[in-house]
């Protein structure tokens, strides 16, 4: 996959398919889309392309007040994209000055002189261009004008459960991690850093690595204690996390994310951790006593210790 943050770089793509959207979380209707594309550019011999925006544009036109949470970070986008055959990436530096143009400029400044685009595939209620003016009818009044095809995704084919990114945060948020991972079709994931913490589970028999996640949008699931897969230096190992503020042993409201690899006692200070959920086990509870909070803890270990045996992971 060729990536290009400069459009210019990009006038020698062959024959552009190219289709438009953020596609966070690259779910299973982004999936559908992008095997279309591929399907009709070996068609008529030409590349695949998504044209996407970077940095997302929320974050452009409402920087101090966006309230943007999204599935995953740029980076996370970029490697999961590779697995789908996309030969070309082009993300576009979204500016505030490119967002006063219209739907028709936007499309024949960049797609058309510039990339000279042979078809362009479009999900059925995606919307483009100043004032969202850019959809499939605008699509298919100026497709003969500038001389390229136009093919609608209907929602029958992307989307039979009504799969979107929003469905998807939304079941994040309500702790349902196996709805999100079939419509992700794959395990959601946070990227993260150990850092030093209280010590605390050391001291009680479940010793934690504190992880910090950079990227403030990075959505992270509802408080409470997952079953969890972690890759640890190129080696897969299970645990489980707690998402949450530590109610038992502090009064600090601050959301901590702590995971207990199980069987593993190395120096995990510094080192990048890559988090999969694969079920929650519980909410987080604020127990009268340290003894409750460590009995709970063992039987938060044996859910997931079970879990795990008979789920063939």
Do not use: W
């Not at 020698?12 to 594309?37: A, C, S």
């Amino acid at each position: 996959m060729k990536i290009f943050q400069n459009i210019d770089d990009a006038t020698q793509i062959q024959n552009p398919v190219l289709t438009i959207g953020t596609f966070d979380g690259v779910h299973l209707g982004h999936q559908k889309i992008l095997h279309r594309l591929n399907e009709e550019a070996l068609n008529i011999n030409g590349e695949s392309v998504l044209f996407t925006f970077y940095p997302h544009p929320r974050m452009v036109l409402n920087p101090t007040n966006h309230g943007l949470k999204l599935l995953q970070t740029h980076e996370e986008k970029i490697e999961k994209l590779r697995n789908y055959n996309l030969q070309n990436l082009i993300l576009f530096p979204f500016t505030k000055e490119f967002s006063e143009l219209s739907a028709e400029e936007f499309v024949k400044k960049y797609l058309v002189d510039i990339l000279k685009i042979k078809t362009l595939i479009i999900g059925y209620d995606h919307q483009f261009g100043k004032n969202r003016e850019g959809n499939i009818e605008f699509l298919k009044k100026i497709s003969s004008k500038y001389n390229f095809n136009v093919i609608e995704i209907p929602a029958h084919d992307i989307d039979e459960v009504n799969i979107s990114s929003t469905k998807i945060r939304e079941a994040l948020l309500k702790g349902d991690i196996e709805v999100a991972n079939s419509y992700l079709n794959d395990s959601y994931e946070i990227k993260g850093i150990v850092v030093e913490g209280r010590k605390l589970g050391r001291t009680i028999g479940f010793p934690t690595a504190n992880i910090e996640i950079k990227e403030d949008e990075k959505l992270l699931p509802c408080l409470g204690v997952y079953f969890v897969s972690i890759l640890v230096e190129g080696s897969s190992q299970f645990g489980m996390l707690n998402i949450g503020n530590n109610p038992t042993i502090s009064e600090n409201l601050k959301t901590s994310i702590e995971v207990h690899i199980f069987d593993f006692n190395e120096d995990l200070y510094n080192k990048s951790l890559t988090i999969q959920f694969i079920h929650r086990i519980r909410n987080e509870i604020k127990f009268n006593s340290l003894e409750d909070l460590i009995n709970q803890l063992k039987k938060d270990e044996a859910v997931c210790r079970n879990y795990l045996s008979i789920s063939n992971l």
